[in-house]
């Protein structure tokens, strides 16, 4: 079982950023990011493997989105800037031990979810 903890969502400004952190508790193969809007899917928003040379994005957020991660410290980072009010979601950390593009059926754990509002 691996164990998800997230920090770094909040409340800003069309335009603004934001950095979201997760940490798993131990090493995994692929890391990424999911969210979800009120009503909506949970959707894929970026994710990578643990060498850091397989990243994939959402075609919505390529450009304004960067995913890194620290293996010493099994986190993954998701970078956000040029936020809009349509990236205003729920997310959720994730892993998979199988897959760096990570469909939701390669996800093995989820992390609880941290809240990202994006005013206009």
């Known amino acids: 079982q691996v164990h998800l903890v997230e920090s770094g969502g909040g409340f800003v400004q069309a335009g ?4 979201l952190s ?10 990424g990011w999911f969210r979800q809007a009120p009503g909506k899917e949970r959707d894929f928003v970026a994710a990578i493997d643990y060498e850091g040379d397989k990243i994939n994005y ?6 304004r989105f ?3 991660r620290n293996n010493a ?7 956000m800037t040029t936020l809009k009010p349509e990236d205003t979601a729920v997310y959720y ?3 998979s031990g199988r ?6 059926a390669d996800v093995d754990y989820w992390g609880q ?8």
């Open 58 to 63: 959402a075609e919505s957020v390529k450009g």
């Open 16 to 19: 603004g950023s934001l950095r």
């Open 93 to 95: 950390c994730a892993t």
């Open 73 to 79: 410290n099994n986190a993954v980072y998701l970078e």
């Open 22 to 31: 997760c940490t798993a508790s131990y090493s995994v193969y692929a890391m």
């Open 113 to 120: 979810g941290t809240q990202v509002t994006v005013s206009s």
């Open 99 to 104: 897959s760096s593009r990570m469909a939701k």
């Open 66 to 68: 960067t995913i890194s």
